[in-house]
């Protein structure tokens, strides 16, 4: 793994940090692809018994993917290609037959928001945050394997307000959404809890677990299955997003057009 993605594993555990801080820990393809053979290897590797993610530092668990590398958008097939590539690394670790936990300090956001969404457990820090503030951002939208998870998980009014108000839920709000089990103190005291949950569910039944998580992955299928790539294409090939993008680069307010 390159030091954008740090691998440390300790007895059976599997502690994966999202290391950009300098960058609010925003995801790079390299990073993305880094946790998807973290994932799918994990299904083999028998000496993993659970994987640990959480984000260098505590301003930030991930801030979303880096919005550098969408300035070279420019069709719908960039825009589904993208949509595929994200899709598939978001699968893996939600089908990975592993327990994964989230360990969130700071800022969960955009695509940082969606790794913590298909872990299957998620602690925070006092200072934790989540949301897809993409409303006020790039004009974008979310995949609909994405909106059917949020769905699931939070319930479609929630997802409406988080979207609608580019808000992030603090960590009292997460917990009473379902999205934090726990909410902890500080940064020291979210990584010493989330290695002692890891080793607490490392001594449980496999099996149930695995079991645990394929049922709720049966209930989540179908709403994925709905098409949404037409408006994956409306957005990301909208004048919206290129000047949401151009904007959010040159840190001014975007200038929404709704074309």
């Not at 973290?38 to 018994?49: G, P, Q, Y």
């Not at 530092?57 to 097939?77: E, L, P, R, V, W």
């Amino acid at each position: 793994m390159s030091d954008e993605l740090l691998i440390e594993r300790r007895d059976g555990i599997v502690f994966v940090t999202l290391n950009r801080p300098q960058a609010r820990n925003a995801m790079t393809f390299p990073m993305y692809e880094g946790l998807y053979k973290l994932a799918t290897e994990a299904n083999t590797d028998d000496s993993v018994k659970v994987i640990v993610i959480t984000g260098a530092g505590d301003k930030a668990f991930a801030a979303g993917t880096d919005i550098s590398q969408f300035t070279n958008f420019k069709t719908a097939a960039d825009a589904l290609a993208y949509e595929e590539k994200i899709d598939r690394i978001m699968t893996a670790l939600e089908n990975c037959q592993k327990p994964t936990i989230a360990a969130i300090a700071g800022a969960a956001t955009g695509g940082g928001a969606a790794i913590a969404s298909v872990c299957d457990l998620r602690i925070g820090a006092a200072n934790a945050r989540f949301g897809f503030p993409i409303a006020k951002t790039l004009g974008n939208c979310l995949s609909m394997a994405n909106y059917a998870r949020l769905a699931v998980m939070m319930g479609p009014a929630r997802v409406m307000d988080l979207v609608y108000t580019a808000r992030l839920l603090g960590a009292e709000e997460m917990k009473a959404a379902g999205l934090l089990s726990e909410i902890l103190p500080d940064h020291a005291a979210l990584q010493a809890r989330a290695e002692e949950l890891a080793r607490t569910v490392m001594g449980h039944a496999p099996l149930t677990m695995r079991a645990t998580k394929e049922a709720m992955r049966r209930l989540r299928a179908p709403l994925r299955e709905i098409h949404g790539d037409d408006l994956v294409e409306m957005c990301f090939t909208s004048r919206d997003f290129a000047e949401g993008v151009e904007s959010f680069l040159a840190r001014r307010p975007a200038k929404w057009t709704g074309r």
